[in-house]
């Protein structure tokens, strides 16, 4: 009786943990006031997710960049300024989402370029609007660039100006 119950028990627990899993949830969003380019989505395999319109996945997002493709960006961005995107709902402290500018080369500094949690982590975001801004990467080691949000189901918007 006690084994079965066990038993029992853990098939629950991993039924509901299963569907918390399930239930992740993120949006990226675009904001372009640039009034010319393509505001580009790409998933870390290469894959074009968005191409201006509004992406959702259920699940995480990891490792995606965008970028306004303005005719002179290559494929990954490069020669653009460039946002790296990771959203995940956190599973242990500091394990959530992450999302920075990037301007170490082959990028740089294209347009004005942000981007802004929506939800329980706003306002937190990061604007760069020169190729010498203090709010991204110009090397590997830039780290503090970084904007974490540690709340469940974090969603974003990247905006061009």
């Not at 990891?62 to 946002?83: E, K, P």
């Not at 709010?135 to 780290?143: E, G, R, V």
């Amino acid at each position: 009786m006690f084994s079965t119950l066990k038993c029992a028990l853990f098939t629950a627990v991993l039924a509901v943990a299963a569907g918390q899993a399930l239930a992740e949830s993120h949006t990226v969003t675009f904001d372009n006031r640039c009034g010319r380019g393509t505001p580009t989505l790409i998933s870390q395999t290469g894959q074009v997710l968005s191409t201006g319109g509004g992406y959702t996945i259920n699940g995480p997002l990891r490792g995606a960049i965008a970028y306004l493709q303005t005719g002179s960006c290559g494929f990954n961005g490069d020669g653009c300024t460039l946002v790296e995107i990771t959203l995940v709902n956190p599973t242990t402290a500091g394990s959530g989402s992450s999302v920075d500018l990037s301007l170490i080369p082959p990028h740089s500094f294209s347009v004005t370029t942000g981007f802004g949690y929506v939800g329980a982590c706003a306002p937190a975001g990061a604007d760069c609007n020169n190729a010498n801004c203090n709010t991204a990467f110009h090397q590997p080691s830039d780290t503090f660039v970084q904007v974490a949000c540690q709340q469940n189901d974090a969603n974003l918007v990247v905006s061009f100006i």
